[in-house]
């Protein structure tokens, strides 16, 4: 008899990842920052002497959610921070092929988001208007890689991101980006992940 296909995942710490049903309980941010540190954006089509990873991305989507609403709660700016955490176990696949593979793909990554903000004291369901500043942020991010480093020209970039406008978009768009070695980048969202939970 043919044994059970294997549906978890083994990660450093030593928990062992149900890929199917994610338990908050076997998530740890030593590993979630170790993934996203080597899962490249833009599938490694960027400049620089290494990829821009998406640990390098997620401080960049925090820190300008915090330039469009300088006033956000600690908490929400975590949120923002493990807004792509997902993919420290399924990669980062860019829009297009999401697209292609469809809704199979999108309700396992948002089982494993929603396990990733349950184990980091975030409600299941993320405030509307935080998944919207969120959402601005990241599209802003995008704008930024894709012109800086992807290749995009800045009218390829608005058409396909949208230049930041609005609150924050004049020091949004003063950031210059340089992509940080894997282990800089590990080491930067761990900080930061720590900075934003200190007494929580």
Known sequence: MRAPARAWQRMLSG???DLLDP???????EDIAQGLSRVARWNGQTDGDCAFTVAQHSVLVEE???????NIDQRWRLAALLHDAAEYVIGDL?????AAVGADYKGFEHRLATAIQVRFGLPRDLPETLRGLIKRAD?????LEATQLAGFDASEGQRYFGKPRGSGAQAILKVRLQPWAPEEAKTRFTKRFHSLTKGA
């Open 15 to 17: 928990r062992r990842l």
């Open 23 to 29: 338990s908050p309980l076997d998530i740890e941010i």
């Open 64 to 70: 300008l959610a915090g330039r469009i609403r300088p």
């Open 94 to 98: 860019i829009s297009p092929f999401k």
């Open 139 to 143: 599209r802003a991010a995008a704008y």
